[in-house]
């Protein structure tokens, strides 16, 4: 399996292809592809990402096939089931990158925002947990300057989501944990532009890159 770095400068060159609408690979799925994957995946990451439709993983990175591990649920949260999804990734096939992957305009984060603000007492209890997750870290940013500019506010909220989520990552599970310790696993956090195609990492990166 690749390390953290090199599966890092993976998904740069790939999402600088897709910005540069550069396909690196003509053959999306090859079928010999798909048949050589019947017998075993090593996804070479681990993608926890926003479940908006402008948002696939694999288009934004252009890879293919048995690259990437993917999880994707609204605001990119971290509950258990997302814990154990990661958990059971790195585990089984030694894939030792995590990368939490939110976007602007995240409609989840802006849900919470406007939520914070108005609060409504009829949401479905399930979309509420959702709502939860996301809810402690951009609540403070309610009493910041921020809050009288929209579209800041939601920029700041879109990236303390994210950074939540990382941390939750890197801190809510032993065996994580000890990957990170013992194994070289890193978790760290994108946002994914809509309006440019450019991912940015921006927390958690390896001092080499
Ligand atoms: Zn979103």
Same mark, same amino acid.
């Given at each position: 399996?690749?390390?953290?770095?090199?599966?890092?400068?993976?998904?740069?060159?790939?999402?600088?292809?897709?910005?540069?609408?550069?396909?690196?690979?003509?053959?999306?799925?090859?079928?010999?592809?798909?048949?050589?994957?019947?017998?075993?995946?090593?996804?070479?990451?681990?993608?926890?990402?926003?479940?908006?439709?402008?948002?696939?993983?694999?288009?934004?990175?252009?890879?293919?096939?048995?690259?990437?591990?993917?999880?994707?649920?609204?605001?990119?949260?971290?509950?258990?089931?997302?814990?154990?999804?990661?958990?059971?990734?790195?585990?089984?096939?030694?894939?030792?990158?995590?990368?939490?992957?939110?976007?602007?305009?995240?409609?989840?984060?802006?849900?919470?925002?406007?939520? &914070?603000?108005?609060?409504?007492?009829?949401?479905?209890?399930?979309?509420?947990?959702?709502?939860?997750?996301?809810?402690?870290?951009?609540?403070?940013? &309610?009493?910041?300057?921020?809050?009288?500019?929209?579209?800041?506010?939601?920029?700041?909220?879109?990236?303390?989501?994210?950074?939540?989520?990382?941390?939750?990552?890197?801190?809510?599970?032993? &065996?994580?944990?000890?990957?990170?310790?013992?194994?070289? &696993?890193?978790?760290?956090?994108?946002?994914?532009?809509?309006?440019?195609?450019?991912?940015?990492?921006?927390?958690?990166?390896?001092?080499?890159?």
């Amino acid at each position: 399996m690749i390390s953290a770095v090199e599966a890092l400068k993976r998904l740069q060159e790939g999402n600088q292809r897709f910005v540069a609408d550069v396909l690196g690979r003509s053959t999306p799925a090859s079928e010999s592809r798909r048949i050589e994957l019947v017998a075993g995946q090593e996804p070479f990451a681990i993608i926890l990402g926003c479940s908006d439709s402008r948002v696939p993983a694999e288009i934004v990175f252009d890879q293919h096939l048995g690259d990437l591990f993917v999880i994707r649920v609204a605001g990119n949260i971290v509950a258990p089931s997302q814990v154990g999804s990661v958990e059971f990734a790195a585990d089984r096939y030694a894939t030792r990158l995590v990368v939490v992957l939110g976007h602007s305009m995240c409609g989840a984060v802006q849900a919470t925002l406007e939520e &914070l603000e108005r609060p409504s007492e009829n949401r479905s209890p399930n979309l509420r947990s959702i709502v939860d997750r996301i809810r402690p870290s951009v609540e403070g940013l &309610l009493e910041t300057e921020h809050r009288h500019d929209s579209d800041m506010l939601l920029q700041r909220a879109v990236r303390a989501n994210i950074r939540a989520s990382a941390d939750h990552l890197r801190h809510g599970s032993q &065996l994580l944990e000890q990957l990170i310790q013992n194994d070289g &696993l890193i978790v760290v956090g994108a946002e994914y532009s809509l309006e440019t195609g450019v991912v940015e990492f921006f927390d958690g990166l390896p001092q080499q890159t």
